[in-house]
């Protein structure tokens, strides 16, 4: 992570995760305000990362699925995203890992439902720090987080 990357995430209005064909990455969205004739535009960073995703019953499934969540950096529910990244530093590495079924119980399962959990991973100084970044419960359809 370099400070232009962090700069980026700390002043993002939303964060897009993304994991697919086996890499991961992470987007930053601004709105920039209209300047005279100029209309509001939207800044966009992206930074590669690693990214890895486990399930709980098929094992390792980096290279297979296809994992995307978006938050957004304000309101209660950001908690967790500020608190990740209030933590980054300039030269941190950072990582994915999407874990599939990894909160799903029998009652979910007789629901038809699966819950699935985004990690954020800093290694600073090899020592791993791990952020829960999201968890989700929903059916096995398109708007699941881990597909």
């Not at 304000?74 to 890992?97: I, P, W, Y």
């Not at 009652?107 to 439902?113: D, F, I, S, T």
Request: proline fraction near 2%.
């Amino acid at each position: 992570m370099n400070k232009e990357q962090l700069k980026a995430l700390r002043n993002a209005q939303r964060l897009s995760f993304n994991h697919k064909e086996g890499k991961g990455k992470i987007v930053a969205y601004k709105m920039l305000p209209a300047k005279g004739e100029y209309p509001e535009t939207e800044l966009r960073t992206e930074i590669e990362v690693n990214s890895k995703v486990n399930s709980c019953r098929e094992g390792v499934l980096t290279d297979t699925a296809t994992c995307h969540a978006l938050e957004y950096n304000d309101g209660r529910s950001a908690m967790h995203l500020r608190t990740a990244v209030g933590f980054l530093k300039a030269g941190d590495e950072v990582a994915l890992e999407w874990c599939k079924d990894y909160e799903t119980n029998a009652y979910m399962e007789e629901a038809g439902l699966h819950g699935d959990r985004l990690v954020l991973i800093v290694t600073r100084k090899g020592k791993n720090y791990p952020f829960n970044i999201r968890s989700s419960c929903s059916k096995d359809a398109y708007g699941r987080m881990i597909r």
